[in-house]
């Protein structure tokens, strides 16, 4: 059974930085791209930002570019996203997922796992 479980949401200021982790079990993990998505209320499901299977390919959305970087750990079937100098637009509920595929894919559609998900709350 495949489980992936967000964690280190939280609320934070404008400007302030938060990490979150995303830990998975019961897949090979180091044969799948991994992704982060946000999902603000009454908005689509979107890209954030993308990492390859060994790590050394990454995808970002251009709204957090410069800002956001994700990482991987594949000892510790661990993914990460580092965000920094967050902004109000940047509140959602953030999802991490993995895609069998090779490439790092930007649709929703294409990733086969998903979490549950952890809220980010940026006040400004």
């Known amino acids: 059974q495949v489980q992936l479980v967000e964690s280190g949401g939280g609320l934070v200021q404008a400007g302030g930085s938060l990490r979150l982790s995303c830990a998975a079990s019961?897949?090979?993990?180091?044969?799948?791209?991994m992704g982060w998505f946000r999902q603000a209320p009454g908005k689509e499901r979107e890209f954030v930002a993308g990492?390859?299977?060994?790590?050394?390919?990454?995808r970002y959305a251009d709204s957090v570019k410069g800002r956001f970087t994700i990482s991987r750990d594949n000892r510790k079937n661990t993914i990460y996203l580092q965000m920094n100098s967050l902004k109000p637009e940047d509140t959602a509920a953030y999802y991490c997922?993995?895609?069998?595929?090779?490439?790092?894919?930007?649709?929703?559609?294409?990733?086969?796992?998903w979490g549950q998900g952890t809220q980010v709350t940026v006040s400004s």
């Open positions: 990492i390859s299977r060994g790590g050394g390919g990454t």
């Open positions: 997922a993995a895609d069998a595929t090779i490439l790092v894919q930007t649709t929703p559609d294409t990733y086969d796992y």
């Open positions: 019961g897949l090979t993990f180091s044969n799948y791209v």
